[in-house]
């Protein structure tokens, strides 16, 4: 009889191992769920910056969605930015955000010039982003390719450019996030 009653204590509780395998099973389970939230949370910042980085190249479009191809005092005669445009509140035509010796213009937090918006503002707290806008005249039969005739009015089209860089506080490089571009045609 006693012997009977020492088996049913044994029946109705956990060994020592079965304790710890169902810990085991439980902690991986855990552990499992916050790699999957982590990987959750990358994700959506990855695709946060994405939309970011889309809408600083729009800005820009929107910017040079009506400017004139070259300056409408000077004409074709230079590229870039004239002598007496010292900032984007002068840039008056599109060759004008092409830079200096033509390497493209940079709006960037780290300049404190930028990022910039369609009203030629700089957006604040944008710290790590930057825009970088190239323009170049197009050969009418293949838009992919580079023209020469950038400072005539012989070329009629113009692809412009804009590459948004992104660098978070832990990233060694800025990212590429996008490029956007279009034809201009004046």
Known sequence: MRTRRLQRRRRHGFTLIEAALATVIIGVGVLAMIQAQQAFHQ????????????????????????????????GSDSWGPEENEDGLADFDDLDDFDGDEGGGTVFSAALGNGPINARREVIP?????????????????????????????????????????YQGATDPEPVEMTRVSWISRK
């Open 125 to 165: 707290d944008m710290v790590g982003w930057s825009q970088t806008v190239t323009v170049q005249a197009v050969d009418p039969m293949d838009i992919t390719t580079e023209s020469g005739d950038a400072n005539t009015h012989a070329t009629e089209y113009l692809r412009i450019e804009v590459i948004v860089h």
């Open 43 to 74: 994700k959506n910042m990855w695709s946060t910056n994405a939309g970011i980085a889309m809408r600083l190249g729009n800005e820009i479009r929107e910017l040079t969605l009506n400017l004139p191809r070259f300056d409408p005092v000077v």
